[in-house]
T-cell receptor
């Protein structure tokens, strides 16, 4: 099964509202990353948070990490229609004696104008 | 444009044919990754290179799949005797080696493969 699982699978909000997406994982991690993917396109890196960090900000993005609960959240404040995309968390964890970057199945965000 | 590029963008082939995809990473990046993504799922790791050395291969990568990065610059991914189950988006990414085990990766636009 996937190392990272996002919740919810789909989210629809009005422009201007905040969007919160959650990610849970199973094993100890080196770091956790969030990516955005517009329909049919490649992924764009949003933010990386290391296992010894608890919170990070980048513009309208806020990421938290709780290693005791093995979970992370991505908050997008004051959403815009252009934020409509799929959002993936990816965990970097040591598996089978090497590090791997494993993606979850994503949250599909729709921001209605 | 100094981003990651992939060619072709789309490939339609018949079952049993061989296909080859190319990825040109960001020039100063020493790591290059290949992923496969099916509809509604996140990317699945296939393999990665550090310079010209292939350091890791996923168990998803059957013997029909082979990847090369001969001079530590561009990479090719070949699928032999394609099957309908190979239909997917094949994504390439590159990164620098840094403090974290895997740093921020820069993705290309992908090659969409359809096997008829």
């Amino acid at each position: 099964s996937q190392q990272g699982e996002e919740d919810p699978q789909a989210l629809s909000i009005q422009e201007g509202e905040n969007a919160t997406m959650n990610c849970s994982y199973k094993t100890s991690i080196n770091n956790l990353q969030w990516y955005r993917q517009n329909s049919g396109r490649g992924l764009v890196h949003l933010i990386l948070i290391r296992s010894n960090e608890r919170e990070k900000h980048s513009g309208r993005l806020r990421v938290t990490l709780d290693t005791s609960k093995k979970s992370s959240s991505l908050l997008i404040t004051a959403s815009r229609a252009a934020d409509t995309a799929s959002y993936f968390c990816a965990t970097v964890a040591r598996m089978d004696s090497s590090y791997k970057l494993i993606f979850g199945s994503g949250t599909r965000l729709l921001v209605r104008p | 444009d100094t981003g990651v590029s992939q060619n072709p963008r789309h490939k339609i082939t018949k079952r049993g044919q061989n296909v080859t995809f190319r990825c040109d990473p960001i020039s100063e990046h020493n790591r290059l990754y290949w992923y496969r993504q099916t509809l509604g799922q996140g990317p699945e790791f296939l393999t990665y290179f550090q310079n010209e050395a292939q350091l890791e291969k996923s168990r998803l990568l059957s013997d029909r799949f082979s990847a090369e990065r001969p001079k530590g610059s561009f990479s090719t991914l070949e699928i032999q005797r394609t099957e309908q189950g190979d239909s997917a988006m094949y994504l390439c990414a590159s990164s620098l080696i840094g403090e974290s085990a895997f740093n921020e990766q820069f993705f290309g636009p992908g090659t969409r493969l359809t096997v008829l």
